[in-house]
């Protein structure tokens, strides 16, 4: 398991390796390597998910540690609903490197479907087992738009620290 503390409290999330354990390998290698370390929440949408992992203060792009795409295994049968741990990528279904999103709500729509571009989905790899609650508070965070970013929070929410719990 994975403790995220943040500036707006923390909340805990369990990883899934039997079911995909190429993505959960690659999140805990993140987790290990301090990489989320003072990275925002830099996309917050109500009713949806908030996004985090790969931004920095200011909406730079984190790049130095950043290691190559891994493969979706959105095909794993795990299902995008609240609580769940998924993987954000670009419209590449084998994109994904550190970005991920916690889904605040049952989001079937971006389950997997097929293995064409459109039908691969989101991997989930995970859930939060603790903190739900500053999830949710997150998720109800004033936003704007910054440095061409939409769903941007106003005031930065910040991944302070990440402990690793055996």
Request: zero cysteines.
């Amino acid at each position: 398991m994975i403790k995220f503390h943040t500036n707006q409290g923390s909340f805990t999330v369990e990883l899934d390796h039997e079911n995909a354990p190429v993505t959960a390998e690659n999140f805990l290698q993140y987790a290990k390597d301090g990489f989320f370390e003072g990275t925002l929440f830099h996309r917050v949408i109500p009713g949806f998910m908030v996004q985090g992992g790969g931004l920095e203060p200011g909406m730079i792009d984190k790049r130095d540690g950043q290691r190559a795409p891994i493969q979706n295994e959105a095909n794993n049968g795990l299902k995008n609903v609240r609580g769940s741990l998924a993987m954000a990528r670009t419209m590449d279904p084998h994109s994904a490197t550190n970005q991920f999103f916690i889904n605040t709500v049952d989001n079937g729509f971006l389950n997997f479907k097929s293995e064409t571009p459109q039908g691969w989905g989101y991997a989930v790899f995970g859930k939060v087992v603790d903190g739900m609650d500053v999830i949710d508070a997150i998720e109800k965070v004033e936003t704007t738009s910054r440095r061409g970013h939409g769903d941007v929070p106003v005031e930065d929410i910040i991944i302070e620290r990440v402990e690793i719990i055996d």
